[in-house]
């Protein structure tokens, strides 16, 4: 079974529409993330939350809103899509907020707006 | 400039060599991560690494805290060890949130 999953693995939309991306892990971990990798392969942390309860919320545009029904579930929904919202969105898990952990990543999300 | 540096960006070697990526941070740590990227995209964690050396397989990472630096070593490589490789860190001084090095692209040819 894949610890972390995300869907859809593949996006392409219009801008201005609304989507959302999907994250569940079955880790039993405390800790989940949302990170952007952009063209030029780099990562950044968009959010974090432990126990449901956001612990990070990185300068991104109000437009991306993290939704955690429960510590098993980040979901990620981007509204108005802009065309320099188009990257690849990876979902992370790892046991709890504490610099000692692994990082268990998605197979990442790949979003292209149009 | 970013807070995590890595060198070099891209690397290429032939097959049995011995591969070296470099990382450096410029504020404190207690920690530093290596990720692997593959070609597909899927991120895989490697090592996580407070201090001295740690080995799996044909791969080793060391750390020097004091120095900020941090290398990863892959041994005898191989055509499959061709990816990404990241090196991430959590700054203590903004409360454990991660930073990622631009990556080192690295391809082996057979």
């Known amino acids: 079974d894949t610890a972390v999953s995300q869907t859809p693995k593949y996006l392409v939309t219009q801008m201005g529409n609304d989507k959302s991306i999907k994250c569940e892990q079955n880790?039993?971990?405390?800790?989940m993330y949302w990170y952007k990798q952009d063209s030029k392969k780099f990562l950044k942390i968009m959010f974090s939350y432990n126990n449901k309860e956001l612990i990070i919320n990185e300068t991104v545009p109000n437009r991306f809103s993290p939704k955690s029904p429960d510590k098993a579930h980040l979901n990620l929904h981007i509204n108005s899509l802009e065309l320099g919202d188009s990257a690849v969105y990876f979902c992370a898990s790892s046991q709890d907020p504490g610099f000692m952990n692994t990082i268990y990543f998605g197979e990442g999300s790949w979003l292209t707006v149009v | 400039k970013n807070e995590v540096e890595q060198s070099p960006q891209n690397l290429t070697a032939q097959e049995g060599e011995f591969i070296t990526i470099n990382c450096s941070y410029s504020?404190?740590?207690?920690?530093l991560h290596w990720l692997q990227q593959h070609p597909g995209g899927g991120i895989v964690s490697l090592f996580m690494l407070s201090s001295g050396k740690k080995k799996h397989g044909r791969l080793i990472a060391t750390i020097n805290i004091q120095e900020k630096h941090s290398s990863l070593h892959i041994t005898a490589s191989h055509p499959r060890d061709s990816a990404v490789y990241i090196c991430?860190?959590?700054?203590?001084?903004?409360?454990?949130?991660?930073?990622f090095g631009t990556g080192t692209s690295l391809t082996v040819i057979p």
């Open positions: 880790l039993g971990h405390d800790t």
């Open positions: 991430a860190a959590p700054f203590t001084n903004t409360g454990n949130q991660f930073y």
């Open positions: 504020v404190g740590i207690s920690a």
